[in-house]
């Protein structure tokens, strides 16, 4: 008989049948230790895991990296721009931020490549539309499936539980597959079922599949059991970590990811997110940036650490893009408008430390002021799926080969 | 297949459990496996309340039983043929879109973005209308105002217009030209954010509701001539000598032949012939001396064609039926689509002379279409799935808590916005443990609707404008009002912190706050009235007497597929246990609460979600 989704869910009941249930209501006890076992043992054999933070708003790649030996970027920032003598210096023409200590010591450590003048063709001003293009790599078309969810149908065809991780308050369409069923959460202590009192019981019952013919009807089946299942290993891992690391202000829902790599959750592959455009900075730029830039810097420095305590730090790479940079000349609000291209950066121990790209031009700026792209986003995108993952079909997902760079030792 | 036996003695079941009546033939539709793929049409013995339930709830929303009961009564192609051949006059109940009266003539052109409308200001001295102040401070803030007003404005009115649209699913006696509307709208996708108009919308949504059971080769003309979709895909930045490819791409690849089946130079060729396809506010226009009126080579054919030249061309190629026929099919029966079935529908469409009523009648009448794969298969979408239940409930109209637009795109589907010019995936992608969930707590917010419930179209969802709009209030200047919190995202400043307000051309956060005011006090507000349940009454009028009948007929009336007996005996005791006994007779005056509650149990099933 051809193996599916529902063989993979009974061995896993097979195995899990022996052993008593943390869960009294539920009808198929997720035993969460012979889970976690035969999971850690699928997460081992599988390595890598590629883990993706977006920060969401576009955020001003300039006030980020600070390109201080440039004059232009003064020029064309007389109130915004940031002197050198507050810059993190990291070499001789860019400095970080000030409030970015943890970038500026992951830097320093040869674990952060930062990747300039990320972009693409005909670029989008608005944060909807290109957000799409990220989410699909698709810009200037569409998709209806994500590029995370395109990998994850690609690598994994026949599509095991709880692959795929999103963690917000809605499914990313970055996310978005075919055969795989995203485990979507926002709070784990809520990732269950909002049901009156009364009723708990009753939702707990996930009905056999046994002689069920319809296939849409297994599938909802499936659907329900993994509701209950992922929500109830959600909880569970997030209940057993206990961290000393400290990720400062706002973890960015990294520490899940922790908590569900330490648990031995099989995923290998974890969306998270700088939710509610935050990074749209018109007004008032540099107080906020300069937060907003180090909660990421903490929380960033923060997963590393805690991924070093698990002894998980050599097997996570993670990426961190926006849907847009900013404009290169400041506002009238002591802010910045819309931009195109970007800095991305991948931060992780195999990560070979630098500069990569062509930095973009602060002078000869494209259209509207703003930074001519000079690499393609979907480079970037193939050097995680296939420098870091190894996958060698990333052509068919990007709509393109795009190569790599050779950002993995 | 040897599981057929059970099939059919669950039928059975399910036939006789409904209790009501039903003609022979359901216990003894053998045809039903072998059926697949079969389009000739189904017989008049086959014909019954099941068959048409499944007819009621694909060729449109669901209904009540009266109104499935309705279309058993009639022959198999006379029910289709109400359906699809629909009377206009059938609708004489139903109004026509009220507009809030937001727009004015001074809006056109609408800039693309804030910075072009400040720049023309600057240039000129005006934009949208508005002057520039000759001194002062904020000389462009009342330009900025009305830029966000406007933003903000046509996207309240086009949640509007998704209610009116919503309004006309839930409320018309041709469920099928809404249900045709929903598949255009999907296929010709184009969002409000780039959009940023939602008279163009209602216009498109027209042309759908016009046209959508006509002419395919005609409604393809009318939408890409339609200035809802020449601004969505930038086709007045298509000029001789710079051709926007985007428009002809997608013309090609999403709307009529699929990738594949065309060259790059095919695209760009066609790019050419659409040269100077534009609009003017909302009226097409050609601009002759943009157009290229030289020769192209498409599809192997060459001439000075121009775009409609170009579009019949694409009709010519039989692709074209095969994939619209195909995508028409995937949308009312199921994903699966055969090579065979795939030809034989691009023929019956091509030789219709690409008549769609003619290819839904074939569909719709087909014993395919009654076939085991193709009944109760389907995931509901989001929308489908809130109109279906409010029909479902017997409602007239769709309650304005929970909000229509934040329900379904909870679900991760909202009315004009599909995420991006491919459409809404649909199948499966419509599902995930969390989707599951959030279709339960939708069931929950309709039949216990939320006190607490904020009206998006009054309550700002950002709370960073919420923040300014109450430091306006205090009393603060705009450069204090509009400095972003230091105490966390949307807390308010100090006082004492007080800067002194700055000289600047304009701000952009307090334009923001000052828009959403103007549009607010603009636009009609949605009413929010909830559902009108009365589910003791529902269960009085059928003479339903204990509690194993009464969940017996509130599945028959709200699930296309039943769950198993446990999960029936599981219901039949939750409500006896609420009721504190097995008589409904009994239980009359109190019984409301726990029959809502056994019926939103009923709708988190995963089977609810299936139709």
Redesign the interface.
């Known amino acids: 008989m051809k193996k599916n989704r529902k063989d993979k869910i009974l061995d896993r009941r097979e195995l899990l049948a022996g052993m008593a249930g943390l869960s009294a209501l539920s009808m198929v006890p997720p035993a969460f230790a012979q889970a976690a076992q035969a999971a850690a043992a699928q997460a081992a054999a599988s390595g890598k895991v590629l883990v993706i933070l977006e920060l969401s708003g576009g955020n001003d790649g300039l006030n980020t990296v600070v390109p201080y030996s440039d004059d232009a970027y003064y020029r064309n920032r007389p109130n915004i721009g940031i002197p050198k003598n507050e810059l993190r210096i990291i070499d001789d023409h860019f400095g970080f931020n000030p409030g970015m200590a943890g970038f500026e010591r992951l830097y320093k450590d040869g674990k952060m490549a930062i990747v300039h003048g990320c972009g693409y063709e005909n670029p989008s ?2 944060h ?2 290109s957000m ?1 293009y990220w ?2 790599a ?1 810009p ?6 994500g590029w995370v969810g395109k990998l994850a149908d690609s690598i994994a065809p026949s599509a095991p539980s709880n692959y795929l991780v999103n963690i917000g308050s ?2 990313s ?1 970055a996310v ?3 055969k795989h ?5 926002d709070n784990p202590d809520r ?6 009192a ?2 708990k019981e ?2 707990d ?3 056999d599949i046994g ?1 069920v ?5 297994r ?3 499936d ?2 059991r ?2 209950n299942d ?2 109830a290993l959600v909880r569970d891992a997030w209940s057993k970590y206990d961290s000393p690391v400290d990720y400062g202000v706002n973890d960015l829902d990294l520490q899940k990811v922790v908590a569900l790599l330490d648990a031995g959750m099989p995923t290998s592959l974890y969306y998270v997110s700088y939710r ?1 455009n ?1 990074f749209d ?4 730029q540099n ?2 940036h300069r937060r907003l830039l180090t909660y990421t810097s903490d929380a960033v420095a923060g997963f590393i650490r805690d991924l070093e305590r698990i002894g998980r730090a050599d097997d996570v790479a993670l990426m961190i893009f926006s849907e847009f940079g900013r404009r290169v000349p400041e ?3 002591l ?1 910045t ?2 931009g195109a291209a970007n800095a991305m950066f991948v931060v992780g121990n195999q990560v070979k430390g630098g500069h990569y790209g062509k930095l973009p031009s602060l002078t000869e700026l494209a259209d ?1 002021d703003n930074l001519a792209y000079t690499t393609d986003f979907r480079k970037v995108y193939q050097t995680m799926t296939q420098g870091w993952l190894g996958h060698n079909q990333s052509a068919n997902l990007l709509g393109g080969d795009f190569g790599t760079f050779d950002l993995f030792s | 297949m040897l599981r057929a036996p059970n099939r059919l003695v669950c039928l059975a079941i399910i036939g006789f459990a409904l209790a009501l009546q039903s003609s022979a033939g359901t216990a003894e539709n053998q045809g039903l496996v072998t059926w697949q793929d079969d389009l000739a049409p189904i017989e008049n013995a086959d014909w019954n309340y099941e068959t048409s339930a499944h007819l009621l709830e694909r060729a449109g929303f669901g209904g009540t039983p009266a109104q499935v009961e309705a279309l058993a009564a009639l022959s198999p192609k006379a029910a289709v043929n109400s359906l699809v051949n629909f009377d206009p006059a059938n609708n004489h109940h139903l109004q026509a879109f009220e507009h809030s009266g937001i727009h004015d003539p001074g809006l056109e052109p609408f800039p693309p973005s804030r910075p072009a409308t400040t720049e023309l200001a600057i240039d000129t001295g005006e934009a949208l209308g508005v002057r520039v102040k000759p001194e002062g401070n904020r000389r462009l803030q009342p330009v900025v105002n009305k830029f966000f007003y406007w933003l903000r404005a046509s996207r309240l009115e086009t949640n509007r217009v998704a209610y009116w649209w919503a309004n006309r699913m839930v409320a018309s006696s041709n469920p099928l030209q809404e249900k045709m509307a929903l598949f255009w709208h999907g296929h010709y996708a184009i969002n409000e954010s780039k959009v940023r108009d939602y008279r163009k919308l209602l216009n498109e949504l027209k042309l759908f509701h016009e046209m959508g059971t006509g002419s395919f080769r005609d409604l393809m003309v009318a939408v890409a001539q339609d200035p809802a979709m020449l601004s969505f895909l930038d086709a007045g930045v298509n000029l001789k000598g710079a051709p926007n490819e985007n428009f002809a791409r997608e013309i090609m690849e999403l709307f009529t032949m699929g990738v594949g089946n065309y060259s790059e130079t095919d695209i760009r060729e066609a790019a050419r012939a659409f040269t100077g396809w534009n609009y003017v506010d909302l009226d097409f226009v050609i601009n002759e001396d943009k157009h290229d009126d030289g020769v192209k080579d498409f599809l192997g054919h060459s001439g000075n064609f121009n775009g409609i030249e170009i579009i019949d061309l694409i009709m010519d190629q039989p692709v074209t039926a095969e994939y619209i026929a195909s995508k028409i099919y995937r949308f009312f029966v199921r994903e699966e689509i055969s090579q065979a079935l795939t030809k034989e529908l691009g023929n019956t469409l091509r030789d219709a002379d690409y008549d769609v009523a003619i290819l839904l009648e074939t569909i719709f009448l087909s014993k395919d279409f009654y076939s085991a794969p193709s009944v109760g298969s389907q995931i509901k979408s989001p929308v489908q799935l809130a109109v279906s239940t409010y029909r479902k409930l017997g409602l007239e109209s769709v309650p304005g808590v929970p909000d229509f637009n934040q329900a379904t795109g909870a679900l991760s589907q909202s009315l004009f916005r599909p995420p991006t010019v491919a459409g809404w995936a649909g199948g499966r992608s419509w599902m995930t443990p969390g989707l599951l969930l959030e279709r339960g707590n939708f069931a929950r917010d309709v039949l216990f609707p939320d006190i607490n419930f904020l009206p998006p179209d009054r309550v700002n969802g950002s709370s960073e404008i919420r923040s300014v709009a109450d430091r306006i209030r205090q009393g603060l200047d705009i450069t204090s009002a509009t400095q972003p919190s230091s105490l966390g995202e949307g807390g308010v400043m100090a006082e004492s912190n007080m800067l002194a307000d700055r000289d600047e051309e304009f701000n952009t956060r307090y334009g923001s706050f000052r828009g959403w005011q103007m549009a607010i006090e603009r636009v009609i507000p949605i009413p929010r009235h909830t559902a009108r349940l009365n589910l003791s009454k529902m269960l009085e009028d059928r003479g339903v007497e204990n509690t194993s009948e009464a969940v017996d007929y509130l599945l028959a009336r709200f699930m296309r597929v039943k769950p198993d007996n446990k999960t029936r005996s599981m219901l039949i005791n939750f409500l006896s246990e609420g009721l504190g006994t097995t008589s409904i007779t009994e239980a009359q005056s109190y019984m409301e609460d726990s029959l809502r509650l056994v019926l939103h149990l009923i709708m988190s099933q995963p089977e609810f979600q299936l139709g």
Not at chain 1, 191 to 196: G, H, N, V
Not at chain 1, 281 to 284: D, L, S
């Open positions: 001003y608005s909807f539309t799409a989410h699909t698709a200037n078309s569409g998709d209806e499936y809605r499914q369409l978005k597959s075919e069923v995203p485990v979507v959460f990732f269950t079922r909002e049901a009156f009364a009723e009753a939702l019952i996930v009905p002689e013919e319809n296939p849409s009807r599938f909802l089946l659907i329900a993994s509701a992922a929500s509610n935050s900075t018109h007004v008032f107080n906020l506002n009238v609000s802010g408008d819309h509207g």
